[in-house]
């Protein structure tokens, strides 16, 4: 079981240009969230989604970001138009149901924004 | 403060001592979990502790909640140089099925050889 596969671990984008992150939860997972971390800072929640569906985006700026999570293939976050205040650590959590008491973490993907 | 805050900030220590860190949080919760952080790494599940119970152990480690005073505390025994690492507690809520977690700002502790 190879675990939460985050990637790229660390990926580099100009101002303006779209950022793609992408987690593929644990094999029988289909319940993922995703975390952001500032520098110096502990995670920050922004959104959870199932497959096909976003059912908590209350912590996702409402400009720029989406996410989403298709029938196939791994949950992808998208950061248009990306800027400075964009750089930090991306986390992707998965859990097998909802409520599960312990959601396993990927290692992140470290965006910085030049 | 923020939800799930913890104490000290930095914490440095010599190998074999006793790190305690505290995390104190403000709304009501479904269960408490500790996690450590490498330098630069993803977060590691150390221990949950759900509402109802005041204390648990897992090998050196042993956290505890109150729920009276909204805190918990995580002892780390007997410290080797690998325990350096920051440290965070989450709160967990359930909400509409999903289990959100607030983390606090992080305690780095630093294990001196």
């Known amino acids: 079981n190879a675990g939460v596969m985050q990637n790229p671990r660390h990926l580099v984008r100009r101002r303006g240009q779209e950022a793609r992150l992408r987690c593929s939860p644990m094999?029988?997972?289909?319940?993922v969230y995703w975390y952001r971390q500032l520098p110096e800072e502990g995670l920050k929640f922004m959104v959870y989604?199932?497959?096909?569906?976003?059912?908590?985006e209350s912590g996702m700026p409402k400009e720029r970001f989406s996410a989403e999570f298709p029938k196939e293939g791994p949950s992808i976050l998208r950061i248009q138009q990306v800027v400075r205040g964009d750089s930090a650590a991306y986390f992707c959590?998965?859990?097998?149901?909802?409520?599960?008491?312990?959601?396993?973490f990927g290692s992140g993907t470290r965006l910085t924004v030049v | 403060s923020q939800q799930g805050e913890e104490d000290p900030q930095a914490l440095s220590i010599q190998e074999g001592e006793n790190a305690t860190m505290n995390c104190s949080y403000k709304?009501?919760?479904?269960?408490l979990q500790w996690y450590r952080q490498n330098s630069g790494r993803g977060l590691v599940h150390l221990i949950l502790?759900?509402?109802?119970?005041r204390e648990k152990h897992s090998g050196r480690l042993r956290v505890t909640l109150d729920t009276s005073k909204k805190s918990s505390s995580l002892l780390i025994t007997a410290s080797r140089a690998a325990d350096t690492a920051s440290y965070f507690c989450?709160?967990?809520?359930?909400?509409?099925?999903?289990?959100?977690?607030?983390f606090g700002q992080g305690t780095r502790l630093t294990i001196n050889p």
């Open positions: 959590a998965s859990s097998p149901r909802p409520g599960d008491r312990v959601n396993t």
């Open positions: 094999k029988g997972h289909s319940h």
């Open positions: 989604l199932q497959k096909e569906n976003i059912i908590d």
């Open positions: 709304t009501s919760i479904n269960n």
């Open positions: 502790i759900r509402s109802n119970e």
């Open positions: 989450a709160t967990a809520s359930v909400i509409q099925g999903a289990q959100k977690l607030v």
